[in-house]
């Protein structure tokens, strides 16, 4: 006779079995074919756990698998989630019934990290609308002409960094990504704050604005797990509390905010900065206190940072190791600013067509956010290509591959072809839209899309007007996306030749 003690452990994994079987055929009972591969408890996220692979690889690998599927589901843990492949079902969700999916999934815990929280990316609601309509301001097309001044005097920066490097060497031997974020550092310093960024500096500067991002974003295993837990599990950090923003660094920006207004109170002239953007605004009405200015400059600096110089990173990888892509692109910006009177100029930017399709295309095959994440907050019925319909509740989670639509060759021929002129004026009308989102799409487009835009564009005219770029041997091909980094961050590093023209 089997003892009371036995009876509760066969009673009790008995039960567990029954509730793990619940839980992981979710999917199978809705008619949604299920990603294979999952572990219990884990669901299919074991191999991002143990830092094999990204979430961005992941999701992509579940996308190319199932090439006659609408939708997949797949398990986070113990979350189902929907992955939709169908540009239907993904204008759906980011644009025609948006109000049904006006939420993000990626979340932070508000007291782990309280500027964070107040990110266009992360807030919902009248929140979202605010801090959104305040960014839009901020971005407008006369504001970003009055940044731009800024971004020149960086530029000029830039250059003298390199040309001090190639008085003792013909090519200078650097990694894209590091050089880059010291660009992108410095722009975010002087345009964003009106401060200096000390990025350029012969000797590494503790509060130089591309350390400050280093450590942040450096990928490394422990950065890597603690990033992928706070993003991916935001249920269990509701107990760990574990935040993305480093403490040290939250403080650095509320003093550095604190400090700048009150300068600028005593001033009676105007800078060209997003600070004084941010001033200009409470004028019109808008109630700032400091924190919501430290939020927003917060907002500036990672947005503007990090993003941008891993994408002028993947440009660079691109101009380096496409020769004739690189030159054509510098007989553009040397022609260009010939006729805006020999000057880099605002509108000389916007001339420059053939740039606009370089980076269109490496973004397209490098995005630096490999994902997007939705959260269902209506119910609403989806209907795929395939004639798959689906009920969705509020709180499903929605996960698009941007990756994953980027390298599909049901929307681009031959894809793992850098080919610039798929965004020319005679072939983009081709071009399924919903199969590119480099900045996302609908309401919830990247409100800083614009500036990035305007200081990679200017980054660039500068390096093709007096530099030559060629790949080095210490980069490892074909580029492999670190599995550390929940952006696109190439392993072991872009490493070029940088030489004067």
Same mark, same amino acid.
């Given at each position: 006779m089997a003892s009371p003690l036995l009876t509760l452990v066969v009673g009790a994994f008995a039960l567990l079995c029954f509730y793990l079987y619940i839980k992981y055929t979710y999917w199978k009972r809705y008619g949604v074919p299920t990603a294979k591969g999952w572990y219990p408890f884990v669901g299919h996220i074991w191999s991002i756990v143990m830092g094999k692979i990204g979430y961005t690889e992941m999701v992509r690998e579940i996308y190319d698998d199932h090439k006659d599927s609408s939708v997949v589901g797949i398990y986070k843990a113990m979350k189902p989630v929907l992955l939709?492949?169908?540009?239907?079902?993904? #204008? %759906?969700?980011?644009?025609?019934?948006?109000?049904? =999916?006006?939420?993000?999934?990626?979340?932070?815990?508000?007291?782990? &990290?309280?500027?964070?929280?107040?990110?266009?990316? @992360? $807030?919902?609601? *009248?929140?979202?609308?605010?801090?959104? #309509?305040?960014?839009?301001? +901020? @971005? %407008?097309?006369?504001?970003?002409?009055?940044?731009?001044?800024?971004v020149c005097v960086v530029c000029k920066k830039l250059t003298d960094f390199l040309d001090k490097r190639l008085k003792s060497t013909s090519k200078y031997e650097v990694e894209m990504k590091y050089l880059f974020s010291k660009f992108t550092g410095e722009v975010v310093a002087n345009a964003g704050l009106g401060i200096e960024g000390l990025c350029f500096e012969d000797k590494v500067h503790p509060n130089a604005f591309d350390q400050i991002g280093q450590t942040m974003f450096k990928p490394s295993l422990l950065v890597g797990f603690i990033n992928q837990l706070i993003l991916l599990l935001p249920e269990i950090n509701r107990f760990l509390k574990l935040s993305f923003v480093p403490k040290n660094v939250d403080k650095y920006f509320r003093k550095i905010v604190t400090e700048n207004l009150e300068i600028r109170r005593k001033e009676s002239t105007p800078r060209n900065d997003f600070i004084q953007l941010m001033i200009d605004l409470q004028k019109t009405g808008e109630t700032l206190d400091i924190e919501s200015v430290a939020a927003h400059a917060l907002s500036f600096y990672i947005d503007g940072y990090e993003t941008s110089s891993i994408t002028l990173s993947f440009i660079g990888y691109q101009l380096a190791a496409h020769p004739d892509v690189q030159e054509k692109l510098r007989s553009e910006v040397k022609s260009t600013i010939e006729k805006h009177g020999g000057e880099l100029t605002f509108d000389a930017l916007k001339d420059m $067509?053939?740039?606009? @399709?370089?980076?269109?295309?490496?973004?397209?095959?490098?995005?630096?956010?490999?994902?997007?994440? #939705?959260?269902?907050?209506?119910?609403? *019925?989806?209907?795929? %290509? &395939?004639?798959?319909?689906?009920? /969705? #509740?509020?709180? $499903?989670?929605?996960?698009? %591959?941007?990756?994953?639509?980027?390298?599909?060759?049901?929307?681009?021929?031959?894809?793992?072809? =850098? &080919?610039?002129? !798929? @965004?020319?004026? *005679?072939?983009?009308?081709?071009? *399924?839209? /919903? +199969? =590119?989102?480099?900045?996302?799409?609908?309401?919830?487009?990247?409100?800083?899309? !614009? /500036?990035?835009?305007l200081q990679m564009k200017a980054c660039l005219a500068t390096m093709m007007l007096n530099y030559k770029i060629e790949l080095s041997p210490r980069t490892q091909l074909p580029l492999k996306i670190s599995p550390s980094s929940f952006l696109s961050v190439a392993e072991g590093g872009i490493w070029v030749y940088i030489s004067k023209l």
């Open positions: 939709i492949r169908d540009p239907n079902l993904v #204008k %759906s969700v980011l644009q025609s019934n948006f109000p049904s =999916f006006s939420d993000n999934g990626n979340k932070v815990q508000p007291d782990a &990290d309280p500027l964070l929280i107040k990110n266009p990316f @992360f $807030t919902n609601g *009248e929140e979202w609308k605010v801090g959104r #309509k305040r960014l839009t301001y +901020a @971005f %407008s097309n006369v504001r970003l002409r009055t940044l731009f001044t800024a $067509t053939y740039m606009d @399709f370089v980076m269109n295309e490496s973004q397209r095959c490098y995005p630096a956010l490999g994902y997007m994440s #939705k959260l269902c907050t209506d119910e609403i *019925e989806l209907e795929g %290509s &395939d004639g798959l319909r689906l009920r /969705m #509740k509020p709180g $499903t989670e929605i996960v698009i %591959s941007i990756d994953g639509l980027h390298r599909d060759e049901k929307y681009w021929p031959d894809p793992d072809t =850098f &080919d610039p002129n !798929r @965004f020319s004026d *005679e072939r983009k009308q081709t071009i *399924e839209k /919903m +199969a =590119f989102l480099p900045f996302g799409e609908g309401p919830r487009m990247c409100v800083g899309m !614009r /500036m990035a835009l």
